[in-house]
């Protein structure tokens, strides 16, 4: 695979990334809380949690983090397991389909663990349902035989710390969600917040990058750290080839038009979503599934991805009728909104 990879950009989560690019990824996740920039709240409230767990010689309660992907939350599960000096397991709500995939996750960990279960939302309701009794009781009942004649033999398993993850927090049941002692909602980061981010990163992978140009690949990162240190990994490539490997603002602006990355940090995702709301249906509303046909993507890919950047920005609502483009959407892709469509002026926003 080459080091440019324009489809690297237009999926900001890529589960094909490159392993290089991976490998990258990882090296720049920060490895403490005193690290981890730009969620100043979390990072409070979680800090006193496992501050206080560590006093009493405790077991940290479970922890949910929510919010769109690439905002840090595997970051941060990695984060709790070093600053409870714990080892950590990785697995996922998908990769858990049945009841004994979990018992046998939960069985095996040790005493103070931290499991991690990434797209916890997307577990099997059987494993949720053995999951309510580990995280509170810290056992799981193990269904031996079938049918009138089976028994429930319970097992005690160490006590550990879950931290769950999710993009959908409204799709956790009530009752899965309330056994998470502390639940952060990652938000959205500051582009101040991604310029330190940026600045961090570019010394880690000893790169010069000029304080303006930093300051525009953060404002087009939408938000999202992820994005920040793919586009820089993008335009470190770009200055490498095209020029001198130092990376100047003329130069950022000319690798971010490259990989059609916008002004407002919208990429091509983005822009087909907004455009097909737009020019296909009139700015809307539109369902859900419509628009993923529209554009050529799965509708969680809409709906986890592009969505919620692009409700935050102003350019899209979703209403119960569908999704709806603004004013500011219309003018964002230079179009005018026909007569009486939805930022049109003579609709619901006049
Ligand atoms: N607060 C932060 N400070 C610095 N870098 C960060 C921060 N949060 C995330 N990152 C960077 O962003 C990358 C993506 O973060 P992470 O994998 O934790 O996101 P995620 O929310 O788990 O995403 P997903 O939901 O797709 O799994 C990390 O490799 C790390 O380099």
């Known amino acids: 695979m080459s080091a440019v990879e324009p489809d690297d950009v237009r999926r900001p989560v890529d589960p094909e990334a490159d392993e290089a690019d991976r490998a990258v990824e990882s090296v720049l996740r920060p ?9 100043p709240r979390v990072s409070d409230q979680l800090g006193l949690v496992l501050a206080a767990a560590r006093q009493r010689d405790a077991v940290a309660d479970h ?7 690439g905002l840090g939350k595997t970051t941060l599960a990695m984060i709790i397991a070093q600053e409870m000096s714990a080892p950590l397991r990785i697995s996922s709500g998908p990769a858990i389909q049945h009841a004994g995939d979990l018992a046998a996750i939960l069985s095996g960990l040790g005493e103070g663990e931290v499991l991690f279960l990434d797209e916890i939302h997307r577990m099997s309701r059987p ?13 799981v009942d193990v269904v ?8 429930a033999i319970p097992l005690d398993i160490p006590r550990f710390t879950l931290v769950g993850a999710t993009t959908r927090a409204g799709m956790l049941p009530g009752p899965l969600r309330d056994r998470f002692g502390f639940t952060a909602q990652l938000d959205f980061y500051a582009h101040s917040s991604l310029h330190a981010i940026l600045l961090r990163s570019a010394q880690t992978l000893g790169v010069e990058l000029a304080d303006d140009a930093a300051a525009e690949i953060a404002r087009r990162s939408r938000g999202t750290p992820r994005i920040t240190n793919r586009l820089l990994r993008r335009v470190r490539d770009f200055a490498q080839v095209r020029s001198d490997g130092r990376i100047t603002l003329p130069l950022a602006q000319d690798a971010l038009e490259l990989f059609e990355v916008d002004d407002r940090g919208l990429d091509r995702l983005d822009r087909g979503v907004l455009e097909a709301v737009c020019r296909r249906f009139s700015g809307g509303p539109v369902g859900l599934s419509t628009l993923a046909i529209a554009v050529g993507e799965e509708p969680e890919t809409v709906e986890e991805v592009a969505e919620p950047f692009l409700v935050r920005q102003g350019l899209l609502m979703r209403t119960p009728r569908g999704r709806v483009a603004t004013p500011a959407a219309w003018t964002h892709l230079g179009l005018t909104a026909p007569r009486g469509a939805p930022g049109s002026g003579e609709d619901l926003f006049s």
């Open 31 to 39: 490895a403490t809380l005193a690290e981890f920039q730009g969620q």
């Open 63 to 69: 922890v949910l983090l929510s919010g769109p992907p």
């Open 127 to 139: 494993a949720e349902e053995m999951l309510y009794l580990a995280m509170e009781d810290f056992r």
């Open 144 to 151: 031996v035989g079938k049918g009138p004649g089976a028994t």
